[in-house]
Nanobody
Framework: VQLQASGGGLVQAGDSLRLSCAAS????????MGWFRQAPGKEREFVATISRSGITTYYADSVRGRFTISRDNAKNTVYLQMNSLKPEDTAVYYCAARSGDYSGSDRLYGYWGQGTLVTVSS
């Protein structure tokens, strides 16, 4: 599966942004999806994950209540709605896919998008 992330940009603290990740290739609905991010000088970290059906989601504590992951299997797309953005949310955001159950561990994801930069100014 090939992944293409988009939707990043420069916003102010408190603003909202929606990231999209379009998938092509094999059946999208057979993959659990995740969003990860990497801030400058830091290691990549888990943000959110969603099950293949879209019924189950899980979030990092730092974004729970502000971010929402969703998917549209008919459109082969996963989304990350980000509200109440903070400067510490600044990072390159990556979408990832795995054929197993949803997970917060980046080591378990075999397919990655190219990343989209989100910059939140204070």
């Amino acid at each position: 599966v090939q992944l293409q992330a988009s939707g990043g940009g420069l916003v102010q603290a408190g603003d909202s942004l929606r990231l999209s990740c379009a998938a092509s290739g094999r059946t999208f609905s057979s993959y659990s999806m995740g969003w990860f991010r990497q801030a400058p000088g830091k290691e990549r970290e888990f943000v959110a994950t969603i099950s293949r059906s879209g019924i189950t989601t899980y979030y990092a504590d730092s974004v729970r209540g502000r971010f929402t992951i969703s998917r549209d299997n008919a459109k082969n797309t996963v989304y990350l709605q980000m509200n109440s953005l903070k400067p510490e949310d600044t990072a390159v955001y990556y979408c990832a896919a795995r054929s197993g159950d949803y997970s917060g561990s980046d080591r378990l994801y075999g397919y990655w998008g190219q990343g989209t930069l989100v910059t939140v100014s204070s």
